[in-house]
Nanobody, 123 residues
Framework: QVQLVESGGGLVQAGGSLTLSCAAS????????MGWFRQAPGKEREFAAA????????YYADSVKGRFTISRDNAKNTMYLQMNRLKPEDTAVYYC????????????????WGQGTQVTVSS
């Protein structure tokens, strides 16, 4: 089992920045890819970004590319999502997730999930 705990959400004005963190514990060595997903009210949970734990390869949804940066600290078993130039449409609950797969861009491919952290962007 892998346990994931997100932190860093909050309220920010449009154009501002936030950094989310996801601390992993448990059988973290079994996770090859970790990702960030988000779910706005009334919408499906959607992919935002992912990172391969060993190589650091990154993947982004078109909606966040150029504004969000995903990174990880292997020594701390922690993943980050730096979010810049935030827009009201970025408002959502953000979830981190982990999978044993080597490439995973859809929520159905992830095995472990955190509880989520709310990000609200005011206009």
């Amino acid at each position: 089992q892998v346990q994931l705990v997100e932190s860093g959400g909050g309220l920010v004005q449009a154009g501002g920045s936030l950094t989310l963190s996801c601390a992993a514990s448990g059988r973290t060595f079994s996770s090859n890819v970790m990702g960030w997903f988000r779910q706005a009210p009334g919408k499906e949970r959607e992919f935002a970004a992912a990172i391969t734990w060993n190589t650091g390869n990154t993947y982004y949804a078109d909606s966040v590319k150029g504004r969000f940066t995903i990174s990880r600290d292997n020594a701390k078993n922690t993943m980050y999502l730096q979010m810049n130039r935030l827009k009201p449409e970025d408002t959502a609950v953000y979830y981190c997730a982990a999978t044993t797969r080597y490439v995973a861009l859809h929520r159905s491919q992830y095995d472990y999930w955190g509880q989520g952290t709310q990000v609200t962007v005011s206009s």
